[in-house]
T-cell receptor
Framework: QQQVKQSPQSLIVQKGGISIINCAYE??????FPWYQQFPGKGPALLIA?????SEKKEGRFTISFNKSAKQFSLHIMDSQPGDSATYFC???????????????FGTGTLLAVQP | NAGVTQTPKFRVLKTGQSMTLLCAQD?????MYWYRQDPGMGLRLIHY???????AKGEVPDGYNVSRLKKQNFLLGLESAAPSQTSVYFC??????????????FGPGTRLLVL
């Protein structure tokens, strides 16, 4: 009910390739879906976020695709660079339906390595 | 702006010892959170606060207590540390509200090893 399932656990991509990370959720009350990026030894930082009223959001090389009926969303990194090597977490929040707590449920993370 | 800071950066405890982790934010954020990060398990919410003087339980609250006496500070306490509490602890804050106000800003983390 509250879980967010993320795959793959790890991903190796060649420089210039496309990295794709997938997440699935069960709770239809989730209203806000952010992706966080974490470099080794650092805290996570917001990368991009989407609400279920749109099917896609793009910011630079990063795109979220959202499929409300399938309860799935994914992160696409175009033209992947070695500097993109990091751990990526998807998350979900009840947002406006969550009693104004902004609590996030995180996926288990994907370790991305972009080879030069 | 320092953002979100955490003290200490690293600590080793023996089983049964107690300690307090300090989180401070200088962004005047209303909401603050404590997470633990373990390999293969992502980040799990321990406790959170939606304003000065308020606290609430998250997903994994057992063995931890928190206090938010000042808006800028959020303390996480371990009364009797156990090896299962070996983890990396992250504090986060957010402005509160919807839209950009939902963004959580994370601190650099505290590595805790309980022997």
């Amino acid at each position: 009910q509250q879980q967010v399932k993320q795959s793959p656990q790890s991903l190796i991509v060649q420089k210039g390739g496309i990295s794709i990370i997938n997440c699935a959720y069960e709770n239809t009350a989730f209203d806000y879906f952010p992706w966080y990026q974490q470099f080794p030894g650092k805290g996570p930082a917001l990368l991009i976020a989407i609400r279920p009223d749109v099917s896609e959001k793009k910011e630079g090389r990063f795109t979220i695709s959202f499929n409300k009926s399938a309860k799935q969303f994914s992160l696409h990194i175009m033209d992947s660079q070695p500097g993109d090597s990091a751990t990526y977490f998807c998350a979900a929040s009840p947002g406006r339906y969550g009693g104004a707590t902004n609590k996030l449920i995180f996926g288990t993370g994907t370790l991305l390595a972009v080879q030069p | 702006n320092a953002g979100v800071t955490q003290t200490p950066k690293f600590r080793v405890l023996k089983t049964g010892q107690s300690m307090t982790l300090l989180c401070a934010q200088d962004m005047n954020h209303e909401y603050m959170y404590w997470y633990r990060q373990d390999p293969g398990m992502g980040l799990r919410l321990i406790h959170y606060s939606v304003g000065e003087g308020t606290t609430a339980k998250g997903e994994v609250p057992d063995g931890y207590n928190v206090s938010r006496l000042k808006k800028q500070n959020f303390l996480l306490g371990l009364e009797s540390a156990a090896p299962s509490q070996t983890s990396v602890y992250f504090c986060a804050s957010s402005p509160g509200g919807l839209g950009p106000q939902e963004t959580q800003y994370f601190g650099p983390g505290t590595r805790l090893l309980v022997l």
